[in-house]
């Protein structure tokens, strides 16, 4: 594999960092007290910082479990990105519905379906259903992130409401495990359906790190090959809670500039599709 992207393949187009995190400044962002882990700062400016230095254009700022329902960070950097950037939010079913509004205005596109236990999720399919209702105004998406089987579990759960659906992170799918390939039949049973997309991130959590691991290239064509006009890309700056180490992010543009193979593909994934879904 090699160690750098080719920045100079999409010169002329949007480039887009589909999954990122910020953390503070904690002196105007302060975590709320409780918060389910406490990362290191990781404000907006050192983001920009970082895509500017891969040639990335666009970005979307995923709220961060840590901050739980305030939203003061993603905001603000919202509406001093004046437009080049999306967020995601993180709602309850009866969130204020001038906050919806007010989160559409500035630039929030979506909202997270979490479930994660170490981040204090469980599945619970009327909470899903009643999020996904929230959002269908607006014309939002969820982004769906779990293992496997729970992906699958919410995206039948509320496939059926009309929302676009976004498997977060390739369902965080254990490329080491024996049953990979089921879990992978299942996905890509859930990607024949038009309004359900994949994000191909996260392959150095699946790989704990290791971003040479043969058992990954496979998973990102199979995925790519069943979904190629629905597929996009995110580093996930800063790699909050890894339990490898945090890996390079030109690497990992390298590594999917490699594992895609035809241009034409990383074109979609890094540039017309998020540009389509994040409009």
Known sequence: MGNGYESTMLSTKP???CHTHIYGPYDRHPLPRGAVYAPEPAPFG??????RSLGITHGVIVQAACYGSDHGA???ALESAQGTYRGIALIEPDTDEALLAGMA??????????????LGNAFDAGRIRAVIERILPYGWHALVHGTAGDVVQAVEAVGHLGATLVIDHMARVAVNDPGVTLQL?????????????IKVSGVDRLTAGNLDAEQARP???RLLAVAPDRAIWGTDWPHP????????????????????????????????????LYL
Not at 46 to 51: G, I
Not at 105 to 118: E, N, T, Y
Not at 244 to 269: K, N
């Open 219 to 221: 998973v990102l064509e």
């Open 185 to 197: 039949d299942r996905v890509c049973a859930l990607l024949r359906n038009e309004s359900v997309w």
């Open 241 to 276: 809670n890894l339990s490898c180490p945090v890996p390079d992010d030109r690497a990992l543009m390298g590594w999917l500039q490699s594992a895609a193979g035809d241009d034409s593909v990383l074109h979609a994934v890094l540039s017309e599709n998020p540009s389509r």
């Open 74 to 76: 993603l905001l603000d």
């Open 15 to 17: 480039v887009w960092d």
């Open 46 to 51: 050192a983001l920009r910082a970082m895509h």
């Open 105 to 118: 205005a500035k630039g929030v596109r979506g909202v997270r379906i979490g479930l994660m236990s170490h």
